[in-house]
């Protein structure tokens, strides 16, 4: 069985541009979170979609949106990109609700670079 | 604020030793504690939910166990072996914070041969 997919691997963007992540959950999990890593602090978390509904939000601002698709898998949006953007995204899947007492599956993460 | 503290920040074992790491989290409103162990170039992998207090787990040579009451975990690798090296994270979730799961910013853990 496949685990959790992520697109790109790597990225590189421009202060000012917008960015948009994927992420595939393993097949039967209906739980996305998704998460942010800088170097020397563990991931942040930013978004959890069950069933397409949004059911947890970090402190993030405004910039960041993701969204479910009916397939579970989802998408992170960064817009107008900052410096600090610059991080590890990574994607969990779950099984079986929603809640995140269930274990996280993650995916391999997305770098993006901001120059 | 929301505190998730690990230490030691690093460690740094010859082959056999047995080691342990804390996890310290608000006692309050306590839902769930998570252990991931990640390795590099590799994704973080679930190695323990707990969810009671008084809770002990164990899968192999490693092992954890729950103070929910005074808010600590502890994180036992009995023998350490080189493939042990990694980084060791915890993460909270409390009742009062959503599903707002919140990570420690780990420990990192080398095991010398």
């Known amino acids: 069985d496949a685990g959790v997919t992520q697109s790109p691997t790597h990225l590189i963007k421009t202060r000012g541009q917008q960015v948009t992540l994927r992420c595939s959950p393993i097949s039967g999990h209906k739980s996305v979170s998704w998460y942010q890593q800088v170097l020397g602090q563990g991931p942040q978390f930013i978004f959890q979609y069950y069933e397409k509904e949004e059911r947890g939000r970090g402190n993030f601002p405004d910039r960041f949106s993701a969204r479910q698709f009916p397939n579970y898998s989802s998408e992170l949006n960064v817009n107008a990109l900052l410096l600090g953007d610059s991080a590890l995204y990574l994607c969990a899947s779950s099984f079986p609700g929603w809640a995140n007492s269930y274990e996280q599956y993650f995916g391999p993460g997305t770098r993006l670079t901001v120059t | ?113």
């Not at chain 2, 460690?11 to 309050?28: A, I, K, M, Y």
């Not at chain 2, 994704?43 to 009451?69: Q, W, Y």
């Not at chain 2, 072996?81 to 990570?103: H, R």
């Open chain 2, 1 to 113: 604020i929301l505190n998730v503290e690990q230490s030691p920040q690093s460690l740094h074992v010859q082959e056999g030793d047995s080691t342990n790491f804390t996890c310290s989290f608000p006692s309050s409103n306590f839902y769930a504690l998570h252990w991931y162990r990640w390795e590099t170039a590799k994704s973080p992998e679930a190695l323990f939910v707990m969810t009671l207090n008084g809770d002990e787990k164990k899968k192999g040579r490693i092992s954890a166990t729950l103070n929910t009451k005074e808010g600590y975990s502890y994180l036992y690798i009995k023998g350490s072996q080189p493939e042990d090296s990694a980084t060791y994270l915890c993460a909270f979730l409390g009742m009062e914070y959503g599903n707002k799961l919140v990570f420690g910013a780990g420990t990192i853990l080398r095991v010398k041969s």
